[in-house]
């Protein structure tokens, strides 16, 4: 949330920066969603598209992150998970991902069905386009007693927040749901063996721009656009090397994350050891590690706080974790193609 923290915020007393982190809750809803650092360990929420894109019967995925722990008494928190299963040339799945931030327990949660579509684009059937279409709806409250604001602030005995006092708000509800559609389409070359595998996404999520707001006005829940893509390179039987990237675009908030991934094969235990850096432009340098074992793949990330903030985060971020399960069809464990894993 590094768009919301300007110098001044930054440079003031610690006591004025706890309140304001506190107006975060509201914000959230006015301004930038939430985001991911391992942003394609749950494919539906990277893009529709890859709904039912995999080698397998059915796959389950959950996720948790949480961030702000050293600045805010109750952190913002990630969960979600969803299923998707491919249905011959289509896929279909369904994701559910809550998001809670700060004292007024801001929270979003969402129920979304997704449809995919994969057109082959060669008689080898290695050159795939997908499509996928994405809708549902999406709740959002805030416990607006819980709130401090900018009015409320005082001198006195020291410094601080005083309930008590007017806060200058006007709150039309505190609890509201709307529907949220979302689309993408995604390339991807899936030959077996090859020695590379590119993969390139566009996904576009709000498309209806939907009314949202807490307060009497005619606030539109603003367009995202995820462009994503990389390559997946098999360097020998052991080493995997998979350098990707993602551009975020919400209003005049942007963001770039890139990262090189290494797959280790430990032939004895039939287990692909998972670790690499990722840098996000101007917020923070995040490590990352997991493994793949059989049906499972597990990742672990912790984000290294590079922003402004960090002078009082003492560049604490987030910490994040994922897992995957596919079910496989019987045939032996190889280097997956598909662009997620």
């Known amino acids: 949330m590094k768009h919301f923290l300007n110098r001044s915020f930054i440079n003031s007393s610690n ?37 039912g894109m995999f080698d397998g019967k059915y796959r389950i995925h959950g996720h948790y992150r949480t961030q702000w722990m050293a600045v805010a008494t109750k952190p913002y928190t990630t969960t979600g998970i969803s299923f998707d299963m491919p249905m011959k040339k289509f896929g279909i799945g369904v994701q559910i991902f809550n998001y809670r931030a700060g004292v007024g327990s801001y929270n979003a949660l969402s129920a979304l069905l997704s449809l995919g579509y994969d057109v082959v684009l060669d008689q080898e059937k290695n050159h795939h386009l997908a499509f996928g279409i994405q809708g549902g709806i999406v709740q959002k409250s805030v416990n607006v007693d819980q709130l401090s604001f900018g009015n409320q602030y005082t001198t006195n005995n020291g410094g601080g927040f005083d309930t008590g006092l007017p806060s200058g708000e006007s709150f039309s509800n505190s609890n509201f749901m709307i ?24 996904s576009a999520f709000h498309l209806t721009q939907p009314k949202e707001t807490f307060f009497a006005s005619s606030n539109k829940l603003p367009l995202r656009y995820y462009l994503h893509g990389g390559v997946r390179v098999n360097i020998n039987e052991k080493i995997q090397l998979l350098p990707k990237f993602i551009y975020m675009k919400q209003i005049n908030d942007q963001e770039f994350t890139a990262t090189l991934l290494v797959h280790y094969f430990l032939k004895n235990s039939d ?71």
């Open 271 to 341: 287990t692909y050891i998972i670790f690499g850096p990722t840098y996000r432009n101007k917020d923070a340098a995040i490590v990352e590690a997991g493994f793949k074992k059989g049906n499972y793949t597990a990742r672990i990330s912790y984000d290294i706080n590079t922003s402004k903030l960090q002078e009082v985060s003492n560049h604490r971020g987030g910490f994040e974790i994922s897992l995957t399960y596919v079910a496989r069809r019987s045939k032996p464990n190889p280097l997956a193609n598909c662009p997620r894993l």
């Open 179 to 202: 529907h949220d559609i979302n689309a993408g389409a995604l390339y991807y070359y899936s030959k077996d063996n090859s020695r590379i595998n590119p993969f390139i996404g566009f």
């Open 15 to 51: 006591s004025i920066l706890l309140g304001l982190i506190l107006l975060l809750s509201i914000r959230v809803a006015k301004a930038q969603d939430f985001h991911l650092s391992q942003y394609d360990a749950p494919p539906l929420f990277l893009n529709p598209a890859m709904t």
